[in-house]
């Protein structure tokens, strides 16, 4: 604690001065601590957000329910650019065992656009299983990079617009994709759909 005593007005001055730039000096030190927090937990915001963008979430479908059967699929968090994988789960609800698929169930996978453009569609062929009740099988379907690559330029234009987004701006543009991922099952009677919306392909 600064002590006044009688001083001439020069000592005074010099006092008064010295004790204004101690308070200057102690506001500068706790704006200088104040920032360096901000800043670490800026980077501490950042790393966590490109990690979790790394490791992609896991997003799940739509449900459906047929014959006793309940269905969905979701993308693999080790999908990457070169390969793409998504599984599908089918629960069964049914009193007895069922095989699934059956063999005259046609399994297509799709990306379209929220316009309606369709720009791709590959048609998937699971190995039949049986499962017995109240429990769950999983099957597991890829889709390559190299097949997107051949897509319609005005569907490329749509799936790898993100590419050109680099640095920093890349973590804040989680945003959404125009493209919905879409798994269908049909048969001669009953058609069901599955679907991601707003699905990243990579």
């Not at 569609?121 to 299983?129: D, G, H, Q, R, Y």
């Not at 234009?157 to 680099?166: M, T």
């Not at 959404?176 to 069901?192: C, G, P, T």
Request: proline share 3%.
């Amino acid at each position: 604690m600064h002590k006044y005593y009688s001083r001439s007005p020069e000592e005074f001055r010099e006092y008064a001065e010295s004790f204004n730039k101690g308070r200057r000096k102690k506001n500068w030190i706790q704006i200088l601590i104040l920032v360096d927090i901000v800043i670490l937990v800026f980077i501490f915001f950042m790393t966590t957000k490109t990690m979790n963008s790394d490791l992609g979430p896991i997003r799940s479908s739509t449900k459906a329910r047929t014959e006793g059967l309940e269905l969905y699929f979701i993308k693999s968090s080790d999908s990457n650019k070169e390969n793409i994988t998504y599984f599908l789960f089918v629960k069964n609800m049914n009193m007895e065992t069922y095989t699934f698929p059956k063999p005259e169930v046609i399994i297509k996978f799709f990306l379209k656009t929220t316009t309606g453009i369709n720009c791709y569609t590959k048609e998937i062929k699971f190995n039949p299983k049986t499962i017995v009740k109240d429990s769950t099988e999983f099957y597991a379907f890829n889709i390559s990079s190299s097949e997107l690559s051949l897509l319609p330029d005005k569907c490329q234009k749509i799936l790898i617009r993100e590419e050109g987004i680099k640095g920093y701006r890349k973590m804040f543009a989680g945003g959404k994709s125009n493209v919905d991922a879409i798994l269908e099952f049909q048969d001669k009677e009953n058609r069901q759909t599955l679907v991601i919306k707003n699905e990243r392909w990579y």
